[in-house]
């Protein structure tokens, strides 16, 4: 494994089937998720949107430039095109699309398990940061999971977003399917347990001044908890944006 990496969008079919095989990796054997247009014979995570979205691409030299971390990226033109936003079918987003801004969907984050932990996942923030810009990004969103569909031993960490992490009133999108994430009162929750509870995806979000909607979005089908979490770029602090546009980790 190196810390040398190159970033860069997927320029054919051969790099976007590199990424679904990534995510087949980790959200379908590794999780244990699963959809209509899984190809389980090739190990590919694919569906429906993959040909609107640009497909970000982590990749080690040292390993044949293996794809070891990947995030699709969905402009609000291309969305046009696909008629939708992916997260569109849990979350109404209404305030998002009422704002005027340019909005930019991000999803399907992973990285290779070998490369957890360590710089990959900065080369992932600085090349989304590198497309941010290129595109005059205002707002960005996206789902991001709990593993498992057992709201009750989600009980604290999901309380602890919506109790300390609500987004904005204009900023805050709801979930269709809602499940209420107001399941534990503030002055019960054990804050320091039920942060480390909280994937370590959504936790970068929120450092970077992210904020989640309201409601939850209970997924069976790829057994997950969605929330759905929204970053404005105006609202982010200059020392929230040195870490979002910094080349590596410290």
Same mark, same amino acid.
């Given at each position: 494994?190196?810390?040398?990496?190159?970033?860069?969008?997927?320029? /054919?079919?051969?790099?976007?089937?590199?990424?679904?095989?990534? %995510?087949? /990796?980790?959200?379908?054997?590794?999780?244990?998720?699963?959809?209509?247009?899984?190809?389980?014979?090739?190990?590919? +995570?694919?569906?429906?949107?993959?040909? *609107?979205?640009?497909?970000?691409?982590?990749?080690?030299?040292? %390993?044949?430039?293996?794809?070891? =971390?990947?995030?699709?990226?969905?402009?609000? #033109?291309?969305?046009?095109?696909? !008629?939708?936003?992916?997260?569109?079918?849990?979350? #109404?987003? =209404?305030?998002?699309?009422?704002?005027?801004?340019?909005?930019?969907?991000?999803?399907?984050?992973?990285?290779?398990?070998?490369?957890? =932990?360590? @710089?990959?996942?900065?080369?992932?923030?600085? =090349?989304?940061?590198?497309?941010?810009? #290129?595109? !005059?990004? +205002?707002?960005?969103?996206?789902?991001?999971? *709990?593993? !498992?569909?057992?709201?009750?031993?989600?009980?604290?960490?999901?309380?602890?977003?919506?109790? %300390?992490?609500?987004? @904005? @009133?204009?900023?805050?999108?709801?979930?269709?399917? *809602?499940?209420?994430?107001?399941?534990? @009162?503030?002055?019960?929750?054990?804050?320091?347990?039920?942060?480390?509870?909280?994937?370590?995806?959504?936790?970068?979000?929120?450092?970077?001044?992210?904020?989640?909607?309201?409601?939850?979005?209970? #997924?069976?089908? *790829?057994?997950?908890?969605?929330?759905?979490?929204?970053?404005?770029?105006?609202?982010?602090?200059?020392?929230?944006?040195?870490?979002?546009?910094?080349?590596?980790?410290?």
């Amino acid at each position: 494994m190196s810390d040398s990496f190159t970033v860069r969008l997927a320029r /054919d079919a051969a790099d976007v089937a590199a990424a679904q095989r990534l %995510r087949y /990796d980790v959200f379908v054997a590794e999780l244990g998720g699963d959809g209509p247009l899984v190809d389980h014979e090739n190990r590919l +995570e694919r569906d429906r949107f993959d040909p *609107f979205f640009d497909h970000l691409l982590v990749c080690d030299p040292a %390993r044949g430039d293996m794809v070891v =971390g990947v995030y699709r990226l969905l402009r609000d #033109d291309r969305a046009a095109e696909a !008629g939708q936003f992916y997260s569109e079918d849990e979350y #109404d987003l =209404g305030p998002l699309r009422r704002s005027g801004r340019r909005l930019l969907e991000l999803g399907r984050s992973c990285l290779h398990p070998d490369y957890r =932990g360590g @710089p990959a996942m900065f080369h992932l923030w600085q =090349g989304l940061a590198a497309y941010v810009t #290129d595109h !005059g990004i +205002e707002v960005l969103f996206g789902t991001a999971s *709990f593993h !498992g569909t057992d709201i009750a031993r989600l009980a604290q960490p999901l309380s602890l977003l919506h109790h %300390r992490h609500l987004a @904005p @009133p204009d900023l805050r999108v709801r979930a269709r399917n *809602f499940q209420d994430m107001n399941l534990v @009162p503030e002055d019960r929750i054990d804050r320091v347990g039920a942060m480390l509870e909280v994937p370590a995806l959504i936790k970068a979000y929120l450092r970077l001044g992210g904020c989640v909607g309201e409601g939850a979005y209970v #997924d069976h089908a *790829f057994n997950t908890t969605d929330v759905c979490l929204v970053m404005d770029t105006a609202r982010m602090t200059e020392r929230q944006r040195a870490v979002y546009t910094r080349e590596r980790a410290t």
